[in-house]
């Protein structure tokens, strides 16, 4: 299907444990970036990428590791999760030259 | 990054027109102002953006003050639907890594 896409949708893990939450999209988009949004704080900026191999760091970026070796995945984990990360996280996508930003349907990771 | 504000809520009658306001009286001469949404247990989806001039599209209008430091999100008849979290977020248009700063939003309830 194309569009942008998140996977898993839903998960559930325990404290201390490595996670990877899957982004995925179809349009070849240069920019991607991944956000998080917990009560009271709106969305805040993760981590970013403008391109394969090049990433930066946003808001947040505390805790969570990404990758990008190809254009259309952009890969987020926790390295050793948290309670505080129990949130839902969404992905978005933006060409080079776009003015909008399409986001993903979002996981909602709960850390126990 | 130039700061939003926006009232935390507002309500509507559906098919009534709606006008959503923001301020951002600190805007410098490259930023344009987005809008975004977010339905109910969705990722956010772009409304519509703009930089001096009103703007127009199927989903609304965006009336910007001369002075650009406010605007209004109007959306000309209310459905049920178009209740949501409505985010006014200002973007600098000159760099390509310029990112989307999301504040808390306006949350718009329609009354059948």
């Known amino acids: 299907d194309a569009g942008i896409t998140q996977s898993p949708r839903y998960k559930i893990t325990e404290t201390g444990r490595q996670v990877t939450l899957m982004c995925h999209q179809t349009?070849?988009?240069?920019?991607m970036f991944w956000y998080r949004q917990d009560l009271g704080h709106g969305l805040r900026l993760i981590y970013y990428s403008a391109a394969a191999d090049i990433t930066d760091k946003g808001e947040v970026p505390d805790g969570y590791v990404v990758s990008r070796s190809k254009t259309e995945n952009f890969p987020l984990t926790l390295e050793s999760a948290t309670r505080s990360q129990t949130s839902v996280y969404f992905c978005a996508s933006r060409s080079a030259g776009g003015y909008e930003q399409y986001f993903g349907p979002g996981t909602r990771l709960t850390v126990t | 990054d130039a700061k939003t504000t926006q009232p935390n809520s507002m309500e509507s009658n559906e098919e009534e027109p709606v006008h959503l306001p923001c301020n951002h009286s600190?805007?410098?001469?490259?930023?344009?102002i987005h809008w975004y949404r977010q339905l109910p247990s969705q990722g956010p989806e772009y409304v519509i953006h703009?930089?001096?001039s009103n703007v127009n599209n199927r989903m609304a209008s965006l009336a910007i003050a001369e002075d650009r430091k406010s605007s209004t999100l109007i959306l000309h008849r209310a459905t049920l639907r178009d209740a949501a979290v409505y985010y006014c977020?200002?973007?600098?248009?000159?760099?390509?890594?310029?990112?989307?700063?999301f504040g808390k939003g306006i949350t718009l309830s329609v009354r059948p």
């Open positions: 977020i200002l973007r600098d248009g000159t760099g390509a890594n310029s990112k989307l700063t």
């Open positions: 703009g930089l001096t």
């Open positions: 600190t805007i410098s001469g490259t930023d344009y």
């Open positions: 349009w070849s988009h240069s920019y």
